[in-house]
């Protein structure tokens, strides 16, 4: 936190410049900057390690302050929470969009290898490994606000993604206020789906390359061997003896997408129109939020350290020889 | 092949092995890693294999156990079990595929057969050896050398259209019947592997999956092969730790592979073999990862358990040690072939083919005045071609002219009558001349399916 610190104060961000705008009052500027508490009011400028100490203090009893620029003094805290939620829905489906369609189709491809659907299989990882977040969001976007005419010179029948279904936006976030009405769960749901997929993509392929790989690997060891040798079934011996042990090398691929979630938030979130942690970080950047940026940074730092903790739990779970208690 | 009539005992062997051929096929070459072997196991008795790394022992091994894995493939021979259980459970589930003998006998008569058989010019050397096409069908029927049960092993009802190809478990209410594994689908396989042959592995560190614990994997047998549940499987299998002697078995049973040590896994995975009650054992160098004094321990639990359970074990070993202590009856392969059987003594006492004089000569501390180990010069070559030569001559101190153009079979080379002693090389038999010796090779070699 205090490189994010240094990179963020000491660098060419001028907030001041942000909230005046076009019109450079000096007066007004100095009023600001007494404001944001970067000038003493005698005008000379807070030395950094007070500023330091002070951001450093805020942090450690989670008062973020105020934001400077997005919404001048509404603390960040408030506007964290208010973002949270659809960011939270997002990075929820495209995990999920990973885990149900990567995974099973890496271990489809492992059990099967070098069939037509292997390869298939592999090569679709691979060019969905490949597709850039951006790019791809931006294609899908397009496709789907233009889907009737695809699907008129497609299939004859024009249908928009817009009204298939349940009505639905093409950008922008779902309303999660009421999600216990099944209705507006489905709408939701499919309302996010685009930049889940778009978000999930990279870790979908990631995880299918990998769990083919463990899967294969399993397969050829011995203790599979020693299995079908005591003569149980083929179900059997991919559930209970593969399975699991296939898991194990992809636990930290999984994990480790919580950090292409964050970095990727920014980036599909800015192309939806999704309003949410994401697009802040961008704003609060650009628009050179300094206790705003700190804020959320802080709070992806921690998102990040409690993923890598629910990483070595799982391990526990699934691995027998990784144990906390000494033995 | 001609096997050699004097049997050393009357009972019919658990396991026949009978030019067994298992090839892989790659791109650039077929290598034929088992090529036609045959030999028998019975009851109670331990047979072992030795050769050197890439002979084909595991390779044998697999075939039997039906684990060769693609691009391997069983191309010929059949491996005949004769386990009156496997073959009743078989029988019972695959009804479509079951010969019964006493059926056939009823409405063929086998003279009658071969009669049939010798009039279509069918290649007869499956039944008893050469020689069959010429004699007199009836009287081969009288004198026993040829039975009913020979016309169906040998294929020879399929070949009349009697039995379907695709049967291959034939039920004989005299002798139990057996079932030609080879010709078994992958669920009738199952049926086999684990309750009527099991098999350890080399690694006893990696034979055991690490995420369960040993009991798991035990009871997991047990439940399959034994029909037991809950909490009756689970003395079970602390009856078996104990049995394959781990202290504090209650306590082991619930704890995961990495808590035990090397000796202890492999104890581990024999008691997991004998949960399934196999009847015949298949041991792939399992004290090759242990040392010596661990694997004295293990090879004298294998023993007292062969005792126990008139099992019949097949120990694969490149230690001419191991074989001493634990064989009765040795193969010794090189290149996929087989080229020595004899009972134990023999192989020690007196070796006649080249590579088994070398491998037992190459034990260390037989020269003791020696500063160098000897060694077999050169490494095994990769079986790819079909054998038109001796494969060992490259390497073999006794080579002459005719080693590089005649294939050698395997001739009776025993000192004793009773002791069913072969060795393929051309050396032998020794009463011949060398000449007339490599011409008996030669004649016996073009007489198509020998060994």
Known sequence: MSAVFLILRAGPLDPVAAILGQKQDPVMAHQIRLQLGIIRPDGSPVPLWEQYLEFMHGLITLNFGQSWVISRGTPVMDLIVARAPVTIWLGFWSVMIALLIGIPLGFYAGLNPNTSSDYLASFGGIVWRAMPNFWLAIILSSVLVSSQFFTESLFGVALSWREWLWDTGVIGGPPLDNLADPEQLFAAIKWIMPAAIVLGSSSMGNEMRIGRTAVLETINSNYVETARAKGLSGRIIVWKHVFRNALIPLVPIISGEAFLLVGGSVLVELVFGINGLGKLTFDAINSADLTMAGGILFIFAVFLQVMNIIQDFLYTLIDPRIGYEQS | ?451
Request: aromatic share 4%; net charge negative.
């Open chain 2, 1 to 451: 092949m001609a096997t050699p009539v004097s049997q050393t005992t009357t009972e019919s062997p658990l396991l026949s092995v009978k030019n067994l051929q298992t090839s892989f096929f790659t791109d650039k070459e077929t290598i034929r890693a088992v090529d036609r072997i045959s030999f028998d196991i019975h009851r109670g008795e331990t047979v072992g294999i030795v050769g050197e790394s890439g002979s084909g022992k595991s390779v044998t091994a697999r075939s039997i156990m039906g684990l060769v894995d693609s691009p391997g493939r069983i191309v010929g021979g059949s491996v005949q079990f004769s386990d009156v259980d496997t073959v009743e459970r078989l029988a019972e589930e695959y009804p479509g595929q079951t010969i019964d003998l006493a059926d056939i006998r009823a409405e063929h008569d086998p003279a009658a057969l071969i009669e049939q058989l010798q009039s279509r010019e069918a290649d007869l050397s499956r039944l008893n050896g050469p020689g069959m096409a010429d004699r007199d069908p009836v009287e081969l029927v009288r004198e026993g050398s040829v039975t009913m049960g020979d016309l169906v092993a040998g294929g020879y009802t399929d070949q009349l259209g009697i039995t379907d190809e695709d049967a291959y478990i034939v039920r004989d209410a005299d002798d139990g019947g057996f079932v030609d594994i080879t010709g078994a689908s992958e669920a009738a396989y199952r049926k086999i592997r684990g309750r009527g042959i099991a098999m350890i592995f080399q690694d006893p560190l990696t034979s055991l999956n690490p995420v369960y614990t040993v009991g798991n994997q035990i009871k997991e047998a047990i439940r399959l092969h034994q029909g037991l549940q809950g909490d009756e499987a689970h003395q079970e299998a602390i009856r078996l730790l104990e049995a394959v002697s781990i202290p504090d078995a209650h306590r082991r049973v619930d704890e995961y592979p990495h808590e035990f040590s090397g000796g202890m896994r492999q104890r581990a995975v024999i008691a997991m073999a004998l949960a399934c009650k196999p009847q015949l054992l298949i041991c792939d160098e399992p004290t090759t990862a242990l040392d010596v004094t661990i694997q004295a321990q293990i090879l004298e639990l294998l023993m007292e358990i062969q005792e126990e359970r008139d099992l019949a074990i097949m120990f694969i070993t490149h230690d001419m040690g191991v074989i001493a202590e634990i064989a009765d009856q040795v193969n010794v392969m090189y290149s996929g072939e087989l080229v020595e059987k004899a009972p134990v003594e023999s192989v020690f006492g007196a070796p006649k083919h080249p590579y088994t004089q070398g491998l037992l000569e190459s034990i260390p501390g037989r020269h003791p005045d020696e500063d160098r180990l000897r060694t077999i010069e050169g490494d095994v070559p990769t079986p790819n071609v079909k054998p038109t030569y001796c494969r060992f001559a490259p390497r073999c101190p006794k080579a002459f002219d005719a080693c590089d153009v005649v294939h050698p079979v395997n001739v009776d080379v025993s000192e004793d009558v009773d002791d069913n002693h072969t060795a393929a090389c051309l050396l032998y038999p020794e009463d011949l001349p060398e000449s007339d010796a490599v011409e008996h090779h030669r004649k016996r070699g073009d007489g198509g399916d020998d060994q």
